[in-house]
């Protein structure tokens, strides 16, 4: 503040000018600087100039002036004249800026320099009759005016000579003061040229590096700019304008102590601060200040500096209401809260009618829950109600809620790439590294991530190990080059409320594999598209277009102990949920923490629509860095003998609600339901469940279509791909899977599997009985050589070899099987048609199957010739011939009717080879059986006349094998009648086998057949 007095003096005095600083005001969460008592400046005018005692005040349009006590004001515009005519006046004069500018110093008269308040008094003059003679007069005047600039001109120091160049004119290396208190940006006292050790008159601008060393703090009051800036003191913003950036090449936080910060957790930055990261580069340049460097674009901290952001608290994404579905060039939207968001704001609307139907929008108007667009919708989106189901009677009620979700995308405070970044994929990133930290909320990153180049991403967390209390929240992360969040050998950073769109690979990315305890909370993530191959970091985030792997992930999960909750994956050609784990099998380094061996900590509540495949599990990454990180169908083993949970899960609008793969261990499938899906709710979906393996479904409901606008219902619908499987669902509602609305919906859809099991189990199902459509399997056409391998053939075992168990009557009647129309599947007349609901080609029997695979470790296509007869040795049927078995792996498959022991054995399944083979073993495997001690004979020819030939057991179950005698028997009929293992050697050269089931579900039998 400026004190003047108007005294009466008979000689000229000088001026005294000093500089104090006040000290920066910060405790953990806040952050102020504040110029008060900058300057004091003691004017004494000289009275032989002056005539008289009026204050005429000049006020431009750009602001007006007031006093602090209210009594004075002379508003934009306007001039003001003011009388001093008493001894008792004592004022202090405050500039006002109007909305856009800022005031940069008193123009001319009594403050004419100062930037602070000016304070005018007449002490002294009652004892002078000569001053006293003044203020009688009228014809004398002071004179104050004010000089303002728009924001953008706000580094001009008044207090200098401003038609001076705000910058040195070549380069120079700037280091601030380290002085008490803060020091502001564009004070260019705050600087020194670090050439010659002092201030140069200039402060630091778009080709200087700046270096704010420890203990030095610097206020970025303005919109600033810099060639590099390290940072290891403190760099924050001012706050009392509206608008702040600061444009570089890098910021670079190091050091215990380093920091840069926007707001506080408990006092958010409320105006505008954008961080523009600049500049073009190349793979190779080096990260740090080194040649090349300039150009590396990056936001970082290390070596204990901190990252703190905190923009104006904004309601991050929400959802659209109205109980309605808005059409094409709606405008005016009613969302599902009141929202705090504000004209010329951006956001992202997900889809409702396909995957690639989302859209950008901008806002003109906000009222409450009602936001008004600038232009009319180019797609359809659900606003409607929720509804609830329940999953069985007295069961969990579960709620569908197809509404489609909004996110904001615009903050106040951004960190963005420059407009080169768009057109060369090389934006700008952040980087947190080991020892540092990072705390952002309500911050949008724009146009960050580096094409096709390994760790530069919007937001990494780089190799921090266990942390505590970092995270991104409430925030936005859009046009990305190269993912969203990656959290890369760090655990517990929490990543929360944050929007991502429009991002190329995974999105949020748990890179390696031993990364735990962190918190994936209710984020959203929309259109996360393939990159082209040559951007590409992974295979996985863009190889994959088949029905198992859908590539990219919006969540890749290579650890499951972490907790997701409340997120949501929308609009993209891949995958919503991917669990590909790291696996001890493969190539690590360092933790020795594989996923694969450990629990899912919690997921619950995550929805997955319009995608190509809501979850993909039993996966692994193969390596650490390596471009071919999948590993498909892997082990995931059970935790203390407790299954991996995914509880109220929504699917619905995808190609494929949930996948998994075969969940096998060295190619062994031995794992019953390592994973369960519970209370949980599929609807929409061209399949909801496409299961590999021996998973367990339940308390949970399954829509065919919800009639809501949103399907298309010409495409065929099912609750269950039978795929390699065979999986388990219980007290489950099942609605609409026999609606003539759309006469292609089926429980089930068989397709060809590798591994192809049966047995797919069907308890305590409430709702509509399902309608089920196979194909005629007995009427398909004789194959081609190609079709032998061919596992979509519909004369291939692995299509028409399914069955579906009715453990409790809620299909076709209590213990009975559901199966195809095959003659390898149906006994004479034994079996009923179901043709309810106009199913096709539907039978259930009594009868139970085990599944038979016949292995030669020999490699895919190099397997024998293989003839397969069903012979009935009780004479109930013709014998079932089938010719030039299909080909699988490194041997054949089909289901084998299964008999307990007690019963006696109706069938032999005689194996007839066209020509004698090279290799010298055959593994006969037994699986998928309802009970222990079930049995099936197997008879092979001609194998009995080789030499040193021996039969051997072994019996797999939860991984453990546990080897078993096979009785060698004197007769044919001795085998039949056999109650264990054993096996008879004709004079022919037929051997004749006897396999039993040791137990029920996904234990294996091998007996394995070896000669010289």
């Known amino acids: 503040m400026v004190n003047v007095q108007l005294s009466c003096a008979s000689a000229t005095q000088g001026r005294g000018i000093r500089h104090q600083r006040q000290s920066l005001v910060m405790d953990k969460n806040t952050v102020v600087c504040r110029a008060m008592n900058v300057i004091k400046l003691l004017l004494v005018i000289a009275v032989s100039s002056l005539a008289a005692c009026k204050i005429h005040v000049t006020s431009p349009i750009q602001g007006g002036v007031f006093t602090k006590s209210g009594a004075i004001s002379c508003h934009a515009g306007a001039s003001c004249t003011i009388d001093v005519s008493n001894t008792n006046f004592n004022e202090t004069f405050v500039a006002a800026p109007q909305d856009g500018y800022v005031f940069i110093g008193w123009k001319r008269g009594l403050c004419a320099g100062s930037t602070e308040p000016c304070k005018l008094a007449t002490t002294g003059f009652e004892n002078n009759n000569a001053l006293m003679a003044l203020l009688a007069n009228p014809d004398k005047v002071f004179y104050l005016e004010p000089t303002f600039a728009p924001e953008e001109t706000c580094f001009l120091d008044p207090l200098n000579n401003t038609s001076k160049p705000a910058y040195a004119p070549t380069p120079v290396e700037y280091q601030a003061k380290v002085e008490a208190g803060s020091n502001l940006w564009s004070d260019r006292s705050t600087w020194i040229d670090k050439a010659t050790g002092e201030s ?18 610097v206020c970025i009051n303005g919109n600033m700019a810099a060639r590099t800036v390290d940072v290891f003191g403190e760099l924050f913003i001012q706050e009392t304008k509206s ?8 910021v670079h936080v190091m050091g215990s102590g380093a920091r840069l910060s926007v707001g506080s957790e408990h006092a958010p930055f409320t105006k505008k601060f954008t961080l523009e990261l600049i500049g073009n580069g190349a793979a190779n340049e080096p990260m740090m200040r080194s040649a090349g460097s300039q150009n590396r674009k990056f936001l970082m901290a290390m070596m204990g500096g901190t990252i703190a952001m905190h923009g104006e608290e904004r309601i991050s994404w929400t959802k659209l209401a109205g109980n309605k579905m808005y059409n094409q060039g709606d405008t005016t939207l009613t969302l599902a809260e009141n929202v705090d968001w504000q004209v010329g704001d951006k956001a992202i609307i997900a889809p409702s009618i396909s995957p690639d139907a989302y859209e950008e929008v901008k806002i003109t108007q906000v009222s409450a829950s009602t936001i008004i667009l600038a232009q009319g919708l180019a797609h359809a989106h ?18 569908l809620d197809q509404r489609a979700e909004i996110g904001l995308l615009s903050r106040n405070v951004k960190v963005m790439g420059d407009a080169s970044s768009n057109t060369n994929g090389f934006g700008g990133h952040i980087m947190v590294m080991p020892g540092a930290n990072a705390h952002l909320s309500n911050v949008e990153l724009y146009q960050l991530g580096q094409r096709g180049i390994v760790a530069r991403y919007p937001i990494h967390w780089h190799l921090n190990g266990e942390t505590s209390g970092q995270y991104i929240e409430n925030s936005s992360i859009h046009k990305s080059f190269n993912r969203a969040v990656t959290v890369h050998g760090t655990s517990d950073v929490r990543i929360e409320g944050t929007v991502a769109y429009d991002i190329p690979g995974h999105a949020y990315f748990l890179e390696n594999g031993n990364e735990e305890r962190n918190q994936f909370i209710r984020n959203l993530a929309i259109n996360i598209y393939r990159p082209a191959p040559a951007d590409a970091l992974l295979a996985s985030d863009f190889l994959f277009d088949e029905p198992q792997n859908r590539s990219p992930a919006a969540f890749w999960i290579t650890n499951p102990a972490n907790v997701f909750v409340g997120n949501v994956a929308t609009g993209s050609p891949g995958t919503g949920y991917w669990f590909a784990l790291r696996a001890n099998a493969h190539e690590f380094r360092g933790t020795g923490i594989y996923g694969n061996e450990k629990k899912l900590t919690l997921f619950e509540d995550n929805v997955a629509h319009h995608l190509m495949n809501g979850i993909d599990a039993f996966d692994a990454i193969k390596c650490e860095g390596c471009f071919d990180d999948l590993q498909k169908n892997r082990g995931w083993s059970k935790v203390n003998g407790q299954s991996n949970v995914i509880r109220r899960y929504t699917a619905y609008g995808n190609n494929t609600g949930l996948y998994t793969g075969t969940n096998s261990v060295n190619g062994v499938i031995s794992q019953n339901n390592t994973l369960e899906v519970i209370d949980s709710i599929f609807a929409d979906n061209r399949d909801a469940t496409m299961l590999a393996s021996h998973e367990l479904i339940r308390d949970s409901v399954f829509i065919a279509e919800t009639f809501k606008e949103m399907t298309n219902l010409n495409v065929p619908r099912s609750a269950l791909v039978l795929y390699d499987g065979a999986a388990k669902i219980q007290r489950s509602n099942l609605i609409g899977y026999s609606s003539m609305a759309n006469p292609r919906t089926s429980l089930s859809n068989p397709i060809g599997g590798a591994r192809k099991n049966v047995n797919w189990e069907l308890e305590g199902l409430s709702g509509d009985l399902p309608r089920q459509i196979f194909k005629d399997y007995a009427s398909v056409p004789p194959p081609t050589g190609a079709d032998l391998l061919f596992a979509q053939f519909e004369g291939n075992p692995r299509r028409w070899g399914t069955t579906i168990y009715d453990r409790d009557g809620s299909m076709v009647g209590i213990g009975k099987t559901v199966i195809t129309n095959h003659p390898m599947m149906m006994v004479g007349a034994d079996q009923i048609e179901y043709a309810y609901a106009d199913s ?4 259930y029997t009594d009868r139970q199957y085990g599944h038979l695979r016949v292995l030669y470790g020999s490699g895919q296509g190099n397997q024998p010739d293989l003839d397969v007869t069903r012979i009935d040795v009780s004479g109930n049927s013709v014998d079932i011939f089938f010719e030039n078995h299909y080909k699988v792996g490194d041997g054949h498959q089909q289901p084998v009717i299964m008999t307990n022991a007690a019963d006696g054995t109706e069938f032999v399944y005689q194996l007839s080879y066209d020509a004698a083979f090279a290799i010298k073993k055959i593994n006969l495997e037994l699986s998928d059986c309802l009970a222990a001690g079930q049995e099936a004979l197997i008879a092979i020819d001609d194998i009995g006349a080789y030499a040193g030939l021996a039969l051997t057991g072994t019996n797999v179950e939860n991984n453990v094998a546990t080897p078993f ?41 091998y007996t394995t057949i070896r000669w010289e």
């Open 965 to 1005: 005698s096979l009785q060698a028997l004197a007769s044919s009929n001795a085998v039949r009648q056999a109650t264990v293992p054993s096996y008879y050697v004709a004079t022919t050269g037929e051997v004749l086998v006897k396999l039993i089931s040791a137990n029920a579900g996904a234990s294996l039998a």
């Open 840 to 843: 096709a080609y539907t039978y």
């Open 243 to 250: 608008s702040y950036s600061l444009t570089t090449h890098y």
């Open 382 to 399: 659900y606003g409607g109600d929720s509804v609830e189901y329940e999953a069985y009677a007295g069961g969990p009620t579960l709620n």
């Open 200 to 217: 140069n008159g200039y402060f630091p601008g778009p080709r200087d590096t700046v270096e704010i060393p420890v203990n030095a703090s």
